[in-house]
């Protein structure tokens, strides 16, 4: 099975400052790699797929990088509500998930 | 509009079994993979199986081997979860999700099981 890590755990940040979330697998999952926002009391939602590419409707503001076993997700100007848990999934090998970061208010 | 409508909650106790449905709307039934995820309170997301709406065709993360069983019925386009031998840390939020890492994707509601004895 493939084991996927994020870092950090927890990421404070200011409304209208970037955050970088990080997302490890422990072989290479290619770019089979989707990024999911969920809020509290909700379904997680799609907001990259491809490692890189935004799904319907996501904003500008969300982009993802990597390949392999290294991925980011960047919120480039934060706004309130992109305070939330973020997930990785690998989908490479069946699925995976990562661990989540919790993306808080400084 | 594409809906994946989930079944209620459930209280079960341990040892017993629980099988939790999802009733899809909105496109071809068959045309695509459905998957069940869940997440126990205040932790993660963990991938639970998978089927193949299409041909039946089903794969179950090693951990729940054995006591998970997805189905589908066709003509009702509704997908379903068996979970047995439930222990209380199987005392989670259990989702039903389409196609989840593709853009077409959608997660239903959730279902939340609560196992007590």
């Known amino acids: 099975e493939i084991v996927m890590t994020q870092s950090p755990a927890t990421l404070s940040v200011s409304p209208g400052e970037r955050a970088t979330l990080s997302c490890r697998a422990s072989?290479?999952?290619?770019?089979?790699l989707a990024w999911y926002q969920q809020k509290p009391g909700q379904a997680p939602r799609l907001l990259i797929y491809?490692?890189?590419t935004r799904a319907t409707g996501i904003p500008a503001r969300f982009s993802g990088s990597g390949s392999g076993t290294e991925f980011t997700l960047t919120i480039s100007s934060l706004q309130s509500e992109d305070f939330a848990v973020y997930y990785c999934?690998?989908?490479?090998?069946?699925?995976?998930f990562g661990g989540g970061t919790k993306v808080e208010i400084k | 509009q594409v809906q994946l409508v989930q079944s209620g909650a459930e209280v079960k106790k341990p040892g017993a079994s629980v099988k939790v449905s999802c009733k899809a709307s909105?496109?071809?039934?068959?045309?695509?993979?459905m998957h069940w995820v869940r997440q126990a309170p205040g932790q993660g997301l963990e991938w639970m199986g998978w089927?193949?709406?299409?041909?039946?065709?089903?794969k179950y993360s090693q951990k729940f081997q054995g006591r998970v069983t997805v189905t589908t019925d066709s003509s009702a386009s509704t997908a379903s979860m068996e979970l047995s031998s439930l222990r209380c840390e199987d005392t989670a939020v259990y989702y039903c999700?389409?196609?989840?890492?593709?853009?077409?994707?959608?997660w239903g509601q959730g279902t939340l099981v609560t196992v007590s004895s």
């Open positions: 089927i193949n709406a299409g041909n039946g065709d089903t």
């Open positions: 491809g490692a890189s």
């Open positions: 999700a389409r196609d989840p890492y593709y853009p077409t994707g959608v």
């Open positions: 072989q290479s999952v290619s770019s089979n």
């Open positions: 909105g496109y071809t039934f068959t045309s695509s993979t």
């Open positions: 999934q690998q989908y490479n090998d069946w699925l995976t």
